[in-house]
């Protein structure tokens, strides 16, 4: 493998304002598949002391529950000598005479890796993507996607072709709080003079008349979409925007795209069909993970919750009785009428798809006769901003609030799938 250095790289043209009580954390086996994750951690980092590079002792294997294998401490200690000579090297190969901090734990990599990033008040955890073959994902792909289940902070996947900031990045916009937060990241990591394509694969055509709200407008309202999350996002000078629609599968389209187009970067939030909403990685991310060969930067929910130098407590999930929905459901409406937030649909033919976001809560009813909920959001007063979401074969409602005890998201689990509405403000 080519050696590179920091000094022949592109650097970030916003950067991540990474520093010492904020670092961007590093995790590494000390394999040559996570050899660009040290690079490109302190490249994104822009100083030594921003980074702190971690690695984990994982268990060795059980062999059989009934009868294990006796593991002496002189193994353990051979082990881990040699876990810090090959992380040694790995370090002096990509980095030269710049030797940040190496700390090694024991334990489960993705769990203990979590921990470190809410102790350090971690910025970002970067490690490397991986290869695609079994053996080969302790600290690739799939210890990514268990650490995208339990991070409270974004993880970078690097791919083993980085050369720098990245030049072209693909945001994967569903309109989720969660995808914006990522498309935010991603301009902070990019390169000067970056191409952004936002891009949002919507359903296929014939499909399309299956979503209340859309329509046949669905390619015009979700351009208006992209156009008002371009305008939020404020793009520096210098860097270009475009705004992609695409039909079908939403990972399968996203890869070809970034494929298409020579992707450096792609960036997506991850949530998934299991509540707490959105605290599990869902299917498109673990696919953009999976079968990527580009870097792949995904934000969790709980990511998107906090704030710059804000710790973050974990959301509670109520669980409401099926004979207090009505009652609920009408006092979640006097607590929240007028915030505003995304309606969203997860489907498990569609995928996950936003409805409508940036909306007033009108009001959430249930009726007993019916047996459906209704979800009205809209500008008071307007005819043309308003949406109502009747919804049949509800299963189940759940309430999620914050330490404090405000409401952030409402979930109606329906069918096969479920409908969100998470509160932007």
């Known amino acids: 493998m080519e050696t590179l250095t920091t000094h022949s790289l592109l650097q970030p043209q916003e950067g991540l304002r990474a520093h010492l009580a904020a670092p961007v954390l590093i995790a590494t086996d000390g394999r040559e598949q996570s050899d660009t994750a040290v690079l490109a951690g302190l490249v994104l980092a822009g100083q030594p002391e921003a980074v702190r590079i971690m690695s984990v002792l994982a268990p060795l294997p059980v062999v059989s529950p009934e009868v294990p294998l006796p593991i002496s401490p002189e193994t353990e200690h051979a082990r881990r ?3 810090q000579m090959l992380i040694g090297q790995q370090v002096g190969r990509m980095l030269g005479d710049v030797t940040p901090t190496v700390e090694l734990r024991d334990g489960d990599p993705a769990t203990v890796i979590a921990k470190a990033a809410r102790e350090y008040n971690a910025r970002i955890i970067v490690a490397g993507l991986g290869k695609h073959r079994i053996l080969d994902r302790l600290f690739g792909d799939e210890t990514v996607l268990r650490l995208l289940r339990v991070a409270r902070v974004p993880v970078l996947a690097v791919g083993s072709g980085f050369a720098g900031a990245p030049r072209r990045i693909v945001v994967a916009l569903d309109f989720s709080e969660t995808s914006i937060r990522a498309a935010r990241i991603a301009i902070e990591l990019a390169a000067e003079g970056a191409t952004i394509y936002l891009a949002h694969v919507g359903p296929r055509d014939s499909a399309v008349t299956a979503w209340n709200g859309w329509g046949p407008n669905y390619k015009s309202d979700a351009g208006a979409a992209l156009v008002r999350v371009e305008d939020a996002l404020r793009v520096p000078r210098g860097m270009t925007v475009q705004r992609i629609i695409l039909h079908g599968d939403p990972a399968t389209e996203m890869l070809a795209f970034a494929t298409s187009v020579n992707a450096d970067l792609i960036a997506t939030g991850s949530h998934g069909h299991g509540f707490v909403a959105r605290m599990l990685i869902g299917s498109v991310a ?6 990527s060969t580009c870097s792949v930067l995904s934000v969790p929910h709980a990511a998107a919750m906090v704030r710059d130098g804000m710790s973050f407590e974990p959301p509670a999930a109520i669980s ?3 004979h207090e929905w009505a009652a609920q459901l009408d006092a979640f409406t006097r ?3 007028g915030r505003r937030g995304t309606l969203e649909v997860d489907d498990p033919e569609l995928g996950a798809q936003a409805q409508e976001t940036d909306y007033p809560l009108l009001g959430a009813t249930y009726d007993h006769h019916d047996r459906r909920v209704d979800l009205m959001v809209g500008e008071l007063g307007s005819v ?3 949406l109502t979401r009747s919804i049949g074969d509800v299963r189940s409602i759940d ?3 914050d330490d404090r005890g405000r409401d952030i998201a409402l979930r109606i689990a329906h069918g096969a799938g479920q409908t969100l509405l998470t509160f932007t403000r």
């Open 81 to 83: 000598i040699d876990l």
């Open 286 to 291: 673990t696919k953009l993970v999976r079968y």
């Open 320 to 322: 409401v009785p099926k």
């Open 335 to 337: 607590r929240n009428i």
């Open 384 to 386: 043309d901003r308003h």
């Open 399 to 401: 309430v999620l609030t």
